[in-house]
């Protein structure tokens, strides 16, 4: 139904900035939530940010609450991560998901990309 590409990822100093893109290819695509996750060698994914289909509400992990802002652009099937203030630790493979709410707290991601490296010089 939606095939994901990220963008914007790269090398950023720390207490940089740095803009990812995920652009979303198929109809529908303001039905989803889309979401980020980020992936570290050592470690398994973890949840950074997600953001309503509509883009009224967003949450976020607690390791980028403050830092990071996730917003969309429907008309451009597009949604971004914004990500300020970088720390080293937040090097890692980012990967941009789209999916549905099947609990108050719970979703279902269906759609995935391929995954963006991002990483953070001290």
């Known amino acids: 139904q939606l095939h994901l590409v990220e963008s914007g990822g790269g090398l950023v100093q720390t207490r940089g900035s740095l803009r990812l893109s995920c652009a979303a290819s198929?109809?529908?695509?303001?039905?989803?939530?889309a979401a980020w996750f980020r992936q570290v060698t050592w470690n398994g994914r973890e949840f950074v940010a997600r953001?309503?289909?509509?883009?009224?509400?967003?949450n976020y992990g607690d390791s980028v609450k403050g830092r990071f802002t996730v917003t969309r652009d429907n008309a451009k099937n597009t949604v971004y991560l914004q990500m300020d203030d970088l720390k080293p630790e937040d090097t890692g493979t980012y990967v941009c998901?789209?999916?549905?709410?099947?609990?108050?707290?719970?979703?279902?991601?269906?759609?995935w990309g391929q995954g963006i490296r991002v990483t953070v010089s001290s």
């Open positions: 198929g109809r529908g695509f303001d039905r989803y939530h």
């Open positions: 953001i309503a289909g509509d883009g009224l509400s967003t």
């Open positions: 998901a789209a999916g549905v709410q099947v609990a108050s707290t719970q979703f279902r991601y269906d759609y």
